[in-house]
Nanobody
């Protein structure tokens, strides 16, 4: 099993920034990819960003491209999501998730992921 713990959420004014962290522990060698998702009230959970652990390839949803940056500290099994120029529509519960993503896998598909964190709330006003 892999345990994921998110942190860094909070309340911020529009135009502000937040940095989320997701620390993985457990049998992390069973996974190779970590993603960030979000779910706003009344909406489906959607992929925000993803990255292969130990690699440089990153993926972003169109809605956050250019504003959000996913990064990692591989030695610490931690992935970060730097969120800049936040908008009210970014308000959501943010989750990190991990999986072993095969070639051709869809990083933004919830069904690809095996492990999920409990989430951290981001509120932009």
């Amino acid at each position: 099993h892999v345990q994921l713990v998110e942190s860094g959420g909070g309340s911020v004014q529009a135009g502000g920034s937040l940095r989320l962290s997701c620390e993985a522990s457990g049998i992390t060698y069973s996974t190779n990819f970590m993603g960030w998702f979000r779910q706003a009230p009344g909406k489906e959970r959607e992929g925000v960003a993803g990255t292969y652990m130990g690699g440089t390839v990153t993926f972003y949803a169109d809605s956050v491209q250019g504003r959000f940056t996913i990064s990692q500290d591989y030695a610490k099994n931690t992935v970060y999501l730097q969120m800049n120029s936040l908008k009210s529509e970014d308000t959501a519960m943010y989750y990190c998730a991990s999986t072993f993503l095969e070639d051709g896998g869809r990083w933004s598909s919830l069904s690809e992921y095996t492990y999920w964190g409990q989430g951290t709330q981001v509120t932009v006003s």
